[in-house]
């Protein structure tokens, strides 16, 4: 896989240093996942195809209440 630089924040990290959410990234074929408060550790990858129907299928559902 090409080299992920281009990493972005969910809109939905919060105020102060909006380190509270996931960060992604994308090459032509894959999408990639990491937590923001340690950036250094695990990135899961998954095709871009299975990440978009994740995305997709949250969006459907939406979100269960807490």
Not at 12 to 31: K, L, Q, R
Not at 35 to 59: E, M
Request: proline share 6%; net charge positive; glycine share 10%.
């Amino acid at each position: 896989m090409t080299n992920l630089g281009n990493w972005r924040k969910s809109s939905y990290s919060g105020g102060g240093d909006g380190n509270n959410c996931v960060e992604i990234a994308n090459s032509p074929t894959h999408m990639a996942i990491r937590d923001s408060k340690v950036p250094t550790r695990a990135v899961l990858t998954f095709p871009a195809g299975a990440f978009t129907a994740f995305v997709k299928a949250v969006k459907t559902t939406g979100t269960p209440e807490r």
